[in-house]
């Protein structure tokens, strides 16, 4: 099984974070923040993944301490549960509608770390999530997972809908890119034999 499991305890945040990348959809989140709570639940379900996050952190002073730390956590789940990739396809895309929304993501689980990220999000927050910590929580997990990733929005204006889709294509991404291409069964999916 490609799983793995994160404890990650800092002056601001204490996560416990366990993923399974051959799962069933199935979590069990609590981060202090209920939007979070949403888009990972989201996340898990879409990509078939099954994520159970627990974080403890200063939401008393504001979400991004927390929203940052559980994409580290997430990134370094997946690098980890994924190894050195053997046998996977490597490349995932997706063009998710959410209503009027609509999101291209694209991810190359090529060991180098880059974020495109393009998206128009119209407000400052949803309900009392700051939107501008999307980008924030992307970069975390790109970072940490060694992918490069690229989100684009190709229409929408409702802020709830584009994060959402947002979370729902880079799961469908993943979940294509993760898979194991029983062609290339133990095959590291590079000409160079390795990646980085």
Request: with cysteine; net charge negative; hydrophobic share 40%.
């Amino acid at each position: 099984m490609r799983n793995f499991e994160i404890n990650r305890k800092t002056a601001e945040t204490d996560i416990a974070l366990f993923l399974e990348l051959d799962g069933n959809g199935k979590s069990d989140i609590d981060t202090g923040c209920g939007f979070l709570d949403h888009m990972l639940t989201l996340f898990a379900s879409h990509g078939s993944f099954d994520l159970t996050v627990k974080c403890m952190g200063d939401t008393d002073v504001d979400y991004h301490h927390s929203v940052e730390d559980i994409g580290i956590c997430l990134g370094k789940a997946f690098a980890a549960a994924l190894g050195d990739c053997a046998g996977i396809y490597r490349y995932g895309n997706m063009i998710l509608p959410m209503d009027e929304a609509l999101i291209l993501t694209a991810v190359d689980v090529s060991g180098r770390s880059y974020l495109a990220f393009d998206l128009n999000i119209p407000t400052e927050k949803v309900g009392d999530f700051d939107t501008e910590l999307v980008e924030e929580f992307m970069i975390a997990f790109v970072r940490n997972a060694g992918v490069t990733l690229h989100v684009k929005q190709l229409a929408g204006t409702n802020s709830h809908h584009i994060i959402e889709g947002a979370f729902k294509s880079l799961a469908r991404a993943l979940k294509s890119a993760v898979a194991i291409d029983e062609k290339k069964a133990g095959q590291i999916p590079s000409t160079k034999g390795k990646l980085l």
